[in-house]
């Protein structure tokens, strides 16, 4: 709601919009023969234009200089580079980047990716739109990347990740499962096909692949055991579900909500 209503707000605020709005009342009053009013307006449009051209930049920039850049910091562990800065839906259509206003950002991420090469680079999605941009600028590039590689399995997952997260199950099902055509030792791959089944409803479709990510990277694919204990839990198979979070124990140790999972496996042995 504060989004919207801070949107709305800028919109009708927004010095740059002011002109337009007298513009639009002068037309007003002229069709309906208040000439006095549409010429006071229309004087005020004029004085605005002036104004705005004259002094819009040099105020501008006397405000930036009162906050100059600060220097770079000694460290760095990870840069985040916020979204929008294409278009999107040009990025579709012509099936090559499109930059708008925005792209200061990335540039400034690639920027301190370059002064610190050890740093994580996180680019962020969303749309400062009001109503949101017609595709995640993610899904566009990855989509992209597909294309010009179909068989690059970091595209492929990573896309069927984006698809997860948009709840498009089906269109994540499609990009995975070539992934895991493709790189059927991924287990990357394997787990997030198994993920998107679970989402899509699907758990017996699921069960094979998360027990193929685990069986591929124990340490790191951990996290499958708790999905499988969830469906197999919500199946009432409590025993099967007990299995895997001591299994998932055994790779978390340190689990925050260790004892929790403890209290299942016991009552799961002593029904």
Known sequence: MFFVLSKVFWILAQPSHWLGFLVLATAILL??????????????AVLLLV?????????????????????WPAHVDG???LGSGFDTALFRARGAPASNEGI??????FAAARRY?????????????LG???????????????QLKPDYEPALVNLGRVRIAVKNFPGAIEVLD??????????????????????????????????????LSPDTMAEAH?????????KGLKQKAADEYAAFLKQRPNYPDRKKLEAFIKAAKNP
């Open 226 to 234: 708790l999905r499988l204990a969830a469906l197999y839990n919500a």
């Open 132 to 146: 949101g941009a017609p595709f995640s600028e993610a899904e566009t590039a990855y989509s992209k990347s597909a």
């Open 104 to 109: 200061w950002r990335v540039e400034a991420g």
């Open 178 to 215: 070539r992934a895991v055509k493709n790189e059927p030792t991924s287990p990357e791959a394997n787990y997030f096909l198994g993920e998107a089944y679970l989402q899509a409803r699907l758990g017996s479709k699921a069960v094979p692949y998360l027990d193929e990510a685990i069986k």
């Open 31 to 44: 069709v309906l023969r208040w000439n006095r009013a549409a010429r006071f307006c229309g004087i005020a």
């Open 79 to 81: 840069i985040l580079v």
């Open 51 to 71: 104004l705005a051209g004259f002094l819009a930049v040099p105020l501008a920039r006397d405000l930036e200089d009162r906050y100059p850049r600060p220097p």
């Open 117 to 129: 090469p050890g740093a994580r680079l996180v680019f962020s999605g969303g749309s400062g739109a």
